[in-house]
């Protein structure tokens, strides 16, 4: 092989791998600005996720509150005028 062939493989070899580089540099900054709005999505579902459970939280405990007794003896007292044996009832008076 003569010199000039020899440093045109070369040439090409590293204008190749330059390239290369470059595709590859300019992929990762696409699959980067790709990722960021993923990241502020994910952000967003957990935050609404957590909203989910709390609600369901609170609905439960209001569900076993109805479901119980105390439930239903306040609003014995409170709406029907109810009470147990022996207690006495005070009525304020209306205006």
Do not use: C
Not at 28 to 56: C, D, Y
Not at 66 to 85: D, H, Q, S, T
């Amino acid at each position: 092989m003569t010199d000039n062939l020899k440093k045109a493989l070369i040439l090409s070899g590293v204008a190749f791998a330059t390239i290369l580089i470059i595709v590859l540099f300019v992929v990762v900054i696409v699959q980067i600005a790709n990722i960021a709005p993923l990241k502020r999505e994910r952000a967003e579902a957990k935050a609404k996720l957590e909203q989910i459970l709390n609600r369901k939280e609170e609905l439960t405990d209001a569900i076993e509150y109805i479901e119980g007794n105390k439930f239903i003896e306040e609003y014995a007292r409170e709406e029907l005028g109810y009470g147990k044996e022996g207690e006495i009832k005070f009525v304020p008076k209306e205006k």
